[in-house]
T-cell receptor, first 116, second 109 residues
Framework: GAVVSQHPSWVICKSGTSVKIECRSL??????MFWYRQFPKQSLMLMAT?????????EQGVEKDKFLINHASLTLSTLTVTSAHPEDSSFYIC????????????FGPGTRLTVL | DAKTTQPPSMDCAEGRAANLPCNHS???????VYWYRQIHSQGPQYIIH???NNETNEMASLIITEDRKSSTLILPHATLRDTAVYYC??????????FGKGTKLSVKP
């Protein structure tokens, strides 16, 4: 159990276009999901906390109008990178918190975004 | 900032136990210690977590000191597939995990 999927696994887009990434918890419900970004040779950096049915909470320095997060159901959160630019190229990873009282998060496999 | 300190890298011989240390001297009483690992170009994989007592599962053992200021992750019989970056994380109050730089474990034949 505790499987999290992401789609797509990789995407290449032109500068100025928008890209949507989906994160699904396959065998459990998650009222809270998280979005991370990882640049080469660096650690994961938390971008935002996605709460089902309410607005996401963004970390300092993350533009909420550029990285749109929607958590429409207990098993799905989406991250849309709007007007993507080459500096947005990164590895985007989501996680879902399985609420067993210990805040255990399970991560998706990640989405590699390359903006040309 | 991450609330943990880990050595940047470690080597381990295949078949031997890998002991990965972590310092978390500022841990709060209600915070858990989590261990994840990340194999290149994949999402982090959950390994184990604990609060006060030592824990063991099919992947690893977690030893937490009595004062909870440090812990050790033990992989009892390391294999080449255990080569990864291992992250020790103290659970945030809102459930968000702050990743440090982790320990790059290299298992060598």
């Amino acid at each position: 159990g505790a499987v999290v999927s992401q789609h797509p696994s990789w995407v290449i887009c032109k500068s100025g276009t928008s890209v949507k990434i989906e994160c699904r918890s396959l065998d459990f419900q998650a009222t809270t999901m998280f979005w991370y970004r990882q640049f080469p040779k660096q650690s994961l950096m938390l971008m935002a906390t996605s709460n089902e049915g309410s607005k996401a909470t963004y970390e300092q320095g993350v533009e909420k109008d550029k990285f749109l997060i929607n958590h429409a159901s207990l098993t799905l959160s989406t991250l849309t990178v709007t007007s993507a630019h080459p500096e947005d190229s990164s590895f985007y990873i989501c996680s879902a918190r399985r609420e067993t009282g210990t805040d255990t998060q399970y991560f998706g496999p990640g989405t590699r975004l390359t903006v040309l | 900032d991450a609330k943990t300190t880990q050595p940047p890298s470690m080597d381990c011989a295949e078949g031997r136990a890998a002991n990965l240390p972590c310092n978390h001297s500022t841990i709060s009483g209600n915070e858990y210690v989590y261990w994840y690992r990340q194999i290149h170009s994949q999402g982090p994989q959950y390994i184990i977590h604990g609060l006060k007592n030592n824990e063991t599962n099919e992947m690893a053992s977690l030893i937490i000191t009595e004062d909870r200021k440090s812990s050790t992750l033990i992989l009892p019989h390391a294999t080449l597939r255990d080569t990864a970056v291992y992250y020790c994380i103290v659970g945030g109050s809102q459930g968000n995990l702050i990743f440090g730089k982790g320990t790059k474990l290299s298992v060598k034949p």
